[in-house]
């Protein structure tokens, strides 16, 4: 276990070190981003992909995936918007049901494949498309517009407690409630043991399949509440939102150093991925890159992402 966490430690401070290069190259090339008002800006952008992330982490450290959690992050937020917009229930309610909604989608995953015993990759596709029909059948294709006036609706995205976004101190207090399950409690060094070798864990008298109905139900409700959030912070609830969101998490818990096969990881890791890829992102926004250009940027972070994990455990 001492080795293990030695070189968890190390790997942890490669991609500090990584997170420090890229934020003084992307200084030297643009001196706004130092700015306050854009760190501010940099943390509101990365707590959506870092809420799915952190659900995402729980899912691979036990040699699993989630491709749905873009489309349970758009469905729980267009049934959010619909229920107090449209059906009248209060903002309280409809939040309450909408992330109850998020972990219920992601509890059939986890039924599916340990029930089913079916791949993850393969059940997490067919819910992932699943999941987005059911959004544009709700939806009939078009965006839900959400009430600026509503002061809960608001606040959940734009709100601000002595000046720091609220979705940023819940995406910390969110990180460190999550870290102790995972660090300090036997609910983490079974996702842990799972993720090293299924098998002997079972023989060892792990319940393994409650565990991975527990973690697919964390993914979904990590993806919830980024759904929520981001609705707050356009005001509106798409069809289309979250399409490619789980690529960027996958990205960003593979470059915070956890295995895509299990069992190595951590989620303090995945919180400098997460900074990395938001660095990233912000950065080419001020250097005026085309959209286009940052696809293609993305897509080979992901790649390098997945062969330096391939390296490191070989």
Do not use: H, W
């Not at 109850?100 to 819910?127: S, Y």
């Not at 660090?183 to 792990?206: H, L, Q, V």
């Not at 565990?211 to 980024?226: D, E, Q, R």
């Amino acid at each position: 276990m001492n080795s293990i966490n030695k070189k968890m430690k190390d790997s942890n401070l490669g991609t500090i070190l990584a997170l420090v290069i890229l934020m003084a190259f992307v200084t030297i090339l643009n001196r706004s981003f130092i700015a306050p008002n854009n760190l501010l800006n940099l943390l509101r952008q990365l707590t959506v992909n870092g809420f799915i992330a952190f659900g995402m982490t729980f899912v691979i450290l036990t040699g699993g995936i989630d491709l749905s959690v873009g489309s349970i992050m758009a469905l729980s937020s267009v049934i959010f918007v619909g229920l107090f917009t449209q059906m009248g229930l209060p903002v309280i309610l409809a939040l309450v049901i909408a992330l109850l909604l998020g972990a219920g989608l992601g509890f059939i995953n986890g039924l599916l494949i340990t029930k089913g015993k079916l791949a993850p990759f393969i059940v997490t596709l067919a819910t992932m498309t699943i999941y987005r029909g059911l959004t544009l059948v709700y939806t009939d294709g078009r965006p839900i517009p959400g009430d600026r006036d509503n002061f809960l609706f608001k606040f959940l995205g734009r709100g601000l407690i002595f000046k720091i976004p609220f979705q940023v101190i819940l995406f910390f207090i969110v990180f460190i409630i999550l870290y102790i399950v995972l660090r300090k409690t036997a609910f983490g060094r079974k996702i842990y043991a799972i993720g090293g070798n299924e098998k002997a864990s079972f023989i060892a008298g792990i319940k393994t399949e409650k565990v991975k109905m527990a973690i697919y139900t964390i993914s979904g409700l990590m993806a919830a509440i980024a759904g929520l959030i981001l609705t707050s912070r356009l005001n509106s609830a798409g069809p289309q939102a979250g399409v490619a969101y789980e690529m960027d998490a996958i990205a960003a818990v593979v470059l915070g150093g956890t295995s895509m096969t299990g069992g190595k990881g951590s989620l303090s890791g995945t919180l400098i991925g997460v900074l990395i890829l938001g660095v990233l992102n912000n950065g080419l926004n001020l250097l005026g890159v085309s959209s286009f250009y940052q696809q293609i940027v993305k897509g080979v972070v992901i790649l390098l992402a997945v062969l330096i994990d391939r390296k490191r455990n070989k």
